[in-house]
Structures are given as C-alpha cells and as structure tokens.
C-alpha cells in the first residue's frame, strides 16, 4: 500500500504559479502511473495530468495544457505538478493519486486510480 501525502497548494494571483508536491511513502512510485486530479466546488473530481511508470509518457487535459507540466522525481520518490499561468477556473481542491495499471488504458478516470492523497487547495483570485 501507498500514502500520498500532497502539498505546495496556496492563494495566487491571476497569472501566478504554484508547484504542488506529492510525496509517496510505502511504495516506490515507480511500481505506479501517477496522476493529479481536482474538485471544485458543486462539480464532479475531474482529470488535470498524469504521468507513466517510467516517466516518459505525460497527459494533460486540454484546459491545462500548455500551462502546466507534470514530472516524477525517483529518487525524492515525489511527483510534482508546476502551474504555470493560473486561471481563476485552477480553483479547486488537487488530488493526486497512484494506479497500478499498465499501460495507459483509463488513464483519465477517477475510478482507475488505487490510491488518493488529502488533497491540496489552489485558490487563483482574480
């Protein structure tokens, strides 16, 4: 079993960056595909990035893309999320969460995903 612990979420301005963290301990994530979603409030947990075993594979929702840029570090055993360009929309509650598929089938659903941090809030004012 894996613990996600994330972290680095804050309130900025319009046009600002965040870089979220999430730090694994009980496994190596390099058993797991990585992925970071989020919630806002009244709206369904939605797909923001994920990123492969092996880290050379990244996806990224076509609201983000081009903003943000998701990585893995082996050692740190940690995945970072770098926000770039944040919109009020960015508002919301980040999760990430590990997957022990293979492959990329499903990548972009919630319920494919095995385990889930806390949660970080991004709060992007106007």
């Known amino acids: 079993q894996v613990q996600l612990v994330e972290s680095g979420g804050g309130l900025v301005q319009a046009g600002g960056s965040l870089r979220l963290s999430c730090a694994a301990s009980?496994?190596?994530?390099?058993?797991?595909?990585m992925g970071w979603f989020r919630q806002a409030p009244g709206k369904e947990r939605e797909f923001v990035s994920a990123?492969?075993?092996?880290?050379?594979?990244?996806f990224y929702a076509d609201s983000v893309k081009g903003r943000f840029t998701i990585s893995r570090d082996t050692a740190k055993n940690t995945v970072f999320l770098q926000m770039n360009s944040l919109k009020p929309e960015d508002t919301a509650v980040y999760y990430c969460?590990?997957?022990?598929?293979?492959?990329?089938?499903?990548?972009?659903?919630?319920?494919?995903?095995?385990?889930w941090g806390q949660g970080t809030q991004v709060t992007v004012s106007s």
């Open positions: 969460a590990a997957d022990r598929t293979l492959g990329f089938a499903n990548i972009y659903t919630p319920n494919s995903y095995d385990y």
């Open positions: 009980g496994r190596t994530l390099t058993n797991y595909r």
């Open positions: 990123i492969s075993r092996s880290g050379g594979s990244t």
